[in-house]
């Protein structure tokens, strides 16, 4: 299916019909993206699935995405066009060995990231996004033991800005941020020494980039640790001209429309996600004809994982 005007059309007429309302997350393909009636991080799209007054929401995004917006309105038909769409950081961790991590642990408080199946989310205590761990964190009392879960790399962007010592990190990556590597990015910020450079804190590089702070290749000001939303925001409020950004590629079509002016540059043009990548035009037209893929939340476990999902909607508004 070519994304043409009666592709829209049709789309956006099966969209009223349903009542349903489309979202769609930063890395998704640009046609998606722009016919979506919002697009957005993790956690707006969650507090937007939350607030939402429509009684269907068709997730563009990965399963974890549709799986939270279904714990947080489970009277809402959620779709999500292909039910394969899954994560792998998501899946760096299940529910039995977070089960045994605790158990380890007594006492501890239990922080998931979003990306993270509903059964793991049942056992946890607070969830964040990358948007808001350090508000997460810094929330705990400081003399709590923190589980923080299951990305390595966002795990050590929380422990350095918080400085917290009885923080425990999973040791999950995303492949797709964990392969944006640090001699990656020096030898690109060395090509482009006006640049800033805008770090999604699942890279494997943001260490990297703190370090070429450090050491004055770059002013430590250029350097921003950033989830995708803020981007967003530091996009419309620098004066630099360039921008290198080490995330998932679809995140620059989002930053061109934010500032046409600026020069973005991916880090690595090889982070494509694949599982973001299979809700093509198709797909989204199949799901709302035909009401697919419907996202089902065991009602025990969304009952038992809707506390630390509200928690992380409220936390950094
Ligand atoms: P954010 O939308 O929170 O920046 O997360 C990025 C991500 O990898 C989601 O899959
Ligand atoms: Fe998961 Fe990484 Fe893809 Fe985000 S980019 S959905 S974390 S695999």
Not at 118 to 128: G, L, M, Q, S
Not at 207 to 226: F, N, R
Not at 249 to 271: C, S, T, Y
Request: glycine share 6%; aromatic share 4%.
């Amino acid at each position: 299916i070519e994304p043409d005007a009666d592709w829209r059309d049709e789309v956006l007429r099966l969209a009223r019909e349903r009542d349903a309302v489309i979202l769609a997350h930063n890395y998704q393909l640009p046609e998606i993206q722009d016919i979506a009636h919002h697009t957005g991080d993790s956690l707006a799209l969650s507090r937007i699935a939350a607030a939402s007054d429509a009684s269907t929401i068709v997730f563009c995004g990965v399963h974890f995405m549709a799986e939270t917006a279904k714990i947080l309105a489970p009277h809402k038909t959620v779709l999500i066009p292909d039910e394969r769409a899954g994560c792998s950081l998501a899946d760096s961790i299940t529910g039995d060995e977070l089960r045994a991590w605790k158990a380890e642990h007594p006492g501890a408080v239990v922080v998931s990231y979003v990306n993270t199946t509903a059964e793991v989310k049942a056992e946890t205590d607070i969830c964040c996004t990358s948007s808001n761990a350090v508000d997460v964190v810094a929330s705990i009392p400081a003399d709590r033991e923190v589980l923080f879960l299951p990305d390595q790399f966002l795990g050590a962007h929380v422990k350095r800005e918080t400085g917290r010592e009885n923080l425990h990190i999973w040791a999950g990556e995303c492949h797709v941020h964990a392969g944006i590597n640090g001699p990656e990015l020096a030898r690109r910020a060395a090509d482009n020494p006006d640049a800033d450079l805008f770090i999604h804190p699942e890279c494997g590089c943001a260490t990297s980039a703190l370090y070429l702070a450090g050491e004055g290749t770059v002013p430590a000001e250029k350097v921003k640790i950033l989830s995708t939303g803020d981007m967003i925001t530091a996009a419309r409020a620098t004066s630099a001209t360039s921008v290198l950004v080490a995330t998932e590629i679809g995140m620059l079509h989002q930053l061109r429309r934010a500032a046409p002016e600026i020069d973005f540059r991916a880090v690595n043009d090889r982070a494509s996600c694949r599982y973001m990548k299979m809700i093509t035009p198709t797909a989204l037209l199949r799901g709302l004809r035909e009401g697919k893929d419907e996202v089902h939340v065991d009602p025990g476990t969304a009952e038992r994982a809707r506390g630390a999902v509200q928690r992380m909607i409220e936390i950094g508004q």
